[in-house]
């Protein structure tokens, strides 16, 4: 069983910066793709960002491109989401989330029915 857990949330101004943070623990997937979604009040879940096993490659929403910077560290088990001139709508609850393969393609690695882990969210609130 994989165990995840988001800390590095709270409130912040607009064109403030936060930095996330996700920590497995238990039986990890030794090459799953790592990802961070979002969820806002009366919408549905949404991806924000992702990252390879090894690093090298990451995916990103548009809506955070140039903003947002996905990264891992896996000497301490750990995926970071650095977020930077944040926006009102980027308000959300953010989960960490697992997947047990590496997910390769759009559609796959957007996918939240691909991840077979998650955490139980930090909550984001930007004020205007």
């Known amino acids: 069983q994989v165990q995840l857990v988001e800390s590095g949330g709270g409130l912040v101004q607009a064109g403030g910066s936060l930095r996330l943070s996700c920590t497995t623990s238990?039986?990890?997937?030794?090459?799953?793709?790592m990802a961070w979604f979002r969820q806002a009040p009366g919408l549905e879940r949404e991806f924000v960002a992702a990252?390879?096993?090894?690093?090298?490659?990451?995916y990103y929403a548009d809506s955070v491109k140039g903003r947002f910077t996905i990264s891992r560290d896996r000497a301490k088990s750990t995926v970071y989401l650095q977020m930077n001139n944040l926006k009102h709508e980027d308000t959300a609850v953010y989960y960490c989330?697992?997947?047990?393969?590496?997910?390769?393609?759009?559609?796959?690695?957007?996918?939240?029915?691909?991840?077979?882990?998650w955490g139980r969210g930090t909550q984001v609130t930007v004020s205007s």
């Open positions: 989330a697992a997947a047990a393969s590496y997910l390769i393609g759009t559609s796959y690695y957007t996918n939240d029915q691909r991840y077979a882990a």
């Open positions: 238990g039986r990890t997937f030794s090459s799953g793709t």
């Open positions: 990252i390879s096993w090894l690093g090298d490659t990451t």
